[in-house]
């Protein structure tokens, strides 16, 4: 499985860089926070195409409650209870398309697993040549992700 390096420690570290994109036509909103997992864009290891991550763009509110999802405190809006990380740049509708991620909490640990492309009303496509499960040392994830609040 290929996915970003792993650190010696075996535990993978979530953090934020800001980051601009261009070419999409309507979308006033230039700017959003990529995911990096150990210091590397996770768009890298998934075929995000035109999506854009979910934070910094959607506002505060929207903000708030994607990362109460991923801390597992918010019920997610797929009826399977997957977690968007990217979503449509011109309205951030779920219906429109989002790559999306298992979470699940495990011996102090978050792990995301079985990365996917989904919208509401579709069925789930787990990619086919997936990244591997990433593991985060959940104090450190939840330090991370309480920016957003």
């Keep these: ?25 309507g979308n006033p909103f230039a700017s959003f926070d990529e995911f990096h997992v150990n210091r590397q864009a996770l768009s890298l290891f998934l075929p995000v195409g035109d999506l854009m991550g979910i934070f910094g763009w959607r506002g ?26 990217y979503v449509c740049p011109l309205c951030g509708d779920l219906g429109c398309g989002a790559i999306s991620v298992k979470v699940s909490f495990q011996d102090g640990c978050v792990v995301w ?9 579709s069925e789930l496509s787990i990619m086919e040549d997936p990244i591997r499960d990433l593991w985060f040392q959940r104090e450190v994830y939840e330090s991370t992700l309480s920016s957003y609040f």
């Design 60 to 85: 505060a509110k929207e903000d708030k409650r994607s990362a109460r999802q991923l801390l597992g405190r918010e019920p997610s809006e797929f009826p399977d209870g997957r977690v968007p990380l």
């Design 1 to 25: 499985m290929r996915g970003p390096r792993t650190n010696p420690d075996g535990c993978d570290v979530l953090s934020f860089a800001s980051m601009q994109r261009g070419g999409v036509s």
């Design 113 to 121: 697993s079985e990365f996917g492309r989904q919208a509401l009303g």
